[in-house]
């Protein structure tokens, strides 16, 4: 079955930095567009990045220039690295595959920005 767990997460200090990674199995993850959403408390769930199958990329407004998306195909994970944190990139983040109409999610991990 479809797994996806997401690892990395913690509190970090304003301006520092923190990297997610999720480990994919279960699914053939090279043909799968790979996405990191995030969902703040009160707030609905926003995507924060994506990358395609092909490797192409894009990012919300509010994390581009500080996050980076990118996977690796062997190892069947997907990362974001997360650069000049802000307390308003608190939230917990989740990762999701998917290919067609319907998608997978992780369980998510919380990101913590506060000094």
């Known amino acids: 079955q479809v797994q996806l767990v997401e690892s990395g997460g913690g509190l970090v200090q304003p301006g520092g930095s923190l990297g997610l990674s999720c480990a994919a199995s279960?699914?053939?993850?090279?043909?799968?567009?790979m996405r990191w959403y995030r969902q703040a408390p009160g707030k609905q769930r926003e995507l924060v990045a994506a990358?395609?199958?092909?490797?192409?990329?894009n990012y919300a407004d509010s994390v581009k220039g500080r996050f980076t998306i990118s996977r690796d195909n062997v190892k069947n994970t997907v990362y974001l690295q997360m650069n000049s944190l802000k307390p308003e990139d608190t939230a917990v983040y989740y990762c999701?595959?998917?290919?067609?109409?319907?998608?997978?999610w992780g369980q998510g991990t919380q990101v913590t920005v506060s000094s």
């Open positions: 999701y595959a998917i290919r067609g109409p319907a998608g997978n």
């Open positions: 279960g699914f053939i993850f090279r043909l799968y567009s």
């Open positions: 990358i395609s199958s092909g490797g192409n990329t």
